[in-house]
T-cell receptor, first 115, second 108 residues
């Protein structure tokens, strides 16, 4: 059973470009979470999605950031018009559909560098 | 602000020694989880302890939880060089809130 997969592992963008980060949850998992980790800091929650629904986006910046988890395909975290402060590691986690307070399994992360 | 605060921020020990890391949090929780992160890699879930549990074991790991003091500890016994990593505690079940981590270095 493959774990949570994220791609790309590393992404370099210039200021003003768009960044698209993909996350494929573990097989059988229908809950996806996105976290951001700034250097020397812990993970911060961004958004929680189920298939075709955003459940909690309280950690998402109001502008330029969006997330989706379509019926088919991976979850996408999209950052428009990136700025240097967006440089960070973005982790995706998934959990099975048995409730929100269960173990989340993390992907290896996407490291975004904005030049 | 962070919910979990790990202590110490960094810890260096010799192989075979025990490593103890502490985590304090601020609000009521349903469970507390410990994760490991190897340099440049994703997080690996180690152990989850529920608010009605006081102690839990998993291999060389022992976790305690004191809800009255809002604190938890992670003990790694008989450490190995491969245990070198950052260790994070995380609170809440859905919206995991992480501390900044303890960086553990185990020297062979």
């Amino acid at each position: 059973n493959a774990g949570v997969m994220q791609n790309p592992r590393h992404l370099v963008r210039r200021r003003g470009q768009e960044a698209r980060l993909r996350c494929s949850p573990m097989k059988g998992h229908s809950h996806v979470y996105w976290y951001r980790q700034l250097p020397e800091e812990g993970l911060k929650f961004m958004v929680y999605l189920q298939k075709e629904n955003i459940i909690d986006e309280s950690g998402m910046p109001k502008e330029r950031f969006s997330a989706e988890f379509p019926k088919e395909g991976p979850s996408i975290l999209r950052i428009q018009q990136v700025v240097r402060g967006d440089s960070a590691a973005y982790f995706c986690a998934s959990s099975p559909p048995v409730g929100r307070q269960e173990t989340q399994y993390f992907g290896p992360g996407t490291r975004l560098l904005v030049l | 602000s962070q919910q979990g605060e790990e202590d110490p921020q960094a810890l260096s020990i010799q192989e075979g020694e025990n490593a103890t890391m502490n985590c304090s949090y601020k609000t009521s929780i349903n469970n507390l989880q410990w994760y490991r992160q190897n340099s440049g890699r994703g997080l690996v879930h180690l152990i989850l302890i529920r608010s009605n549990e006081r102690e839990k074991h998993s291999g060389r790991l022992r976790v305690t939880l004191d809800t009255s003091k809002k604190s938890s500890s992670l003990l790694i016994t008989a450490s190995r060089a491969a245990d070198t990593a950052s260790y994070f505690c995380a609170t809440e079940g859905d919206k995991l809130i992480f501390g900044t981590g303890t960086r553990l270095q185990v020297f062979p």
